[in-house]
Each structure stands twice: as structure tokens, then as C-alpha cells.
T-cell receptor, first 118, second 110 residues
Framework: GAVVSQHPSWVICKSGTSVKIECRSL??????MFWYRQFPKQSLMLMAT?????????EQGVEKDKFLINHASLTLSTLTVTSAHPEDSSFYIC??????????????FGPGTRLTVT | DAKTTQPPSMDCAEGRAANLPCNHS???????VYWYRQIHSQGPQYIIH???NNETNEMASLIITEDRKSSTLILPHATLRDTAVYYC???????????FGTGTRLQVFP
């Protein structure tokens, strides 16, 4: 089956620094990827839609200057959390759909990246 | 996207069928019903999806009512590894967005 990987799987950083998280589709191409955030005991919250070769689309309330998204190729999207603060500590998850399949088809999720800001 | 309503939690004995309900009374004609599950601290896993007809795959069955206002995910023989949060999501067929609700926490016990 289709595989989506994320790197790193966990990261600890100091307040004020920036952290980059990678999302890769390993055996399919994805023109669109999605980034979610999940706080403990809560559901996934969609942050943004990452579009290959164009600007990302952010959900209401998500700061685009704080969460920088780059989708430079059909298999890679990156999320950079800039000037991280402790409240940014969360579980970040990406997903992707195989561009060669129907839009109504399933999305594949990465294993997630746990970010802790100290 | 249509809103879904699921019970917050359910229990099921190992080996028995787990029937997880979902209400989506405001669903429109071009919206699909998707089920995903999330095991603790992992990314969600796709289970099944459908539009009008009942669907079955190696993991589960999806029963959609004739009026499409509700559906039931059936895990025919639940195992301890099926303990997870199960999300029912309604999504339009021409959009990629998945909006997660609060889901049902299924606990399978020995």
C-alpha cells in the first residue's frame, strides 16, 4: 500500500528557534498534501493544504507566517514552525492522496512528528 | 462539509463484532462517508469509504442507510489491536479536505 513518511519522528527545540518537518510520499506522487496538528486527547485539526508548485492554503486562524509550508516536488512537502514557543508543542501529521487516483480515493497519513518546545 | 455525530466511547469483547454508528443527517448527494482510525500516537489509518452502497473490504464493512443520513462501521471480529479512536468523516467527492470530528474511542477487552 501507499506509504507516507515523516521526518523527524520527534524533535525537541528551544523556544525562539525554528523547526522543519518533512513529509514524503514514498511510492506515489502527490500534488496536494495536508498538514494537521493534534493536541493531547484532542482530534486532528487541519492546518493547511500544501499545493505542489504554488502557495499553501491555510485554514482560518492558522498563521501563515509562523507555519511555513513548501511543496517543492510531487513527493515532498515541508512544514517549518518559525520562532517556536511552548504552546506550539504538539503532534504534527501530514497526509497525501495519490494524484493518479480518483479525488474520492483515500488519503494516506504519515506517522506524525512530535514537537516539544522547551 | 456535513457534520458527523459519533458516540464518544464504546466497548467490545474480543472476537465479537464491533458496530460503530455515525450520524450525518445533513449529508448532501455528492458527499462520501469515510472511516479512519487512529491508534495511540500514530497517524490515522484509512479503513473504508462509500457513497450510497454498502461496502466491504478486508478490514471492515460499511452500512449506509437508504436515506444516507447515518452509517455503521462493522468490525466483524474485533481484536485487541482494534482498540483505537474511530473517525467518521463526510467529504465531497471533488475536494481532498478531510475534517475530523471527535470520533469514537473503541476499547476492545479480552
Amino acid at each position: 500500500g501507499a506509504v507516507v513518511s515523516q521526518h523527524p519522528s520527534w524533535v525537541i527545540c528551544k523556544s525562539g528557534t525554528s523547526v522543519k518537518i518533512e513529509c514524503r510520499s514514498l511510492d506515489f506522487q502527490a500534488t496536494t498534501m495536508f498538514w494537521y496538528r493534534q493536541f493531547p486527547k484532542q482530534s486532528l485539526m487541519l492546518m493547511a493544504t500544501s499545493n505542489e508548485g504554488s502557495k499553501a492554503t491555510y485554514e482560518q486562524g492558522v498563521e501563515k507566517d509562523k507555519f511555513l509550508i513548501n511543496h517543492a516536488s510531487l513527493t515532498l512537502s515541508t512544514l517549518t514552525v518559525t520562532s517556536a514557543h511552548p504552546e506550539d508543542s504538539s503532534f504534527y501529521i501530514c497526509s497525501a492522496r495519490d494524484s493518479g487516483r480518483a479525488v474520492s480515493g483515500e488519503q494516506y497519513f504519515g506517522p506524525g512528528t512530535r514537537l516539544t518546545v522547551t | 462539509d456535513a457534520k458527523t455525530t459519533q458516540p464518544p466511547s464504546m466497548d467490545c469483547a474480543e472476537g465479537r463484532a464491533a458496530n460503530l454508528p455515525c450520524n450525518h443527517s445533513t449529508i448532501s448527494g455528492n458527499e462520501y462517508v469515510y472511516w479512519y482510525r487512529q491508534i495511540h500516537s500514530q497517524g490515522p489509518q484509512y479503513i473504508i469509504h462509500g457513497l450510497k452502497n454498502n461496502e466491504t473490504n478486508e478490514m471492515a464493512s460499511l452500512i449506509i442507510t437508504e436515506d444516507r443520513k447515518s452509517s455503521t462501521l462493522i468490525l466483524p471480529h474485533a481484536t485487541l489491536r482494534d482498540t483505537a479512536v474511530y473517525y467518521c468523516i463526510v467529504r465531497k467527492g471533488d475536494t481532498d479536505k478531510l475534517i475530523f470530528g471527535t470520533g469514537t474511542r473503541l476499547q476492545v477487552f479480552p
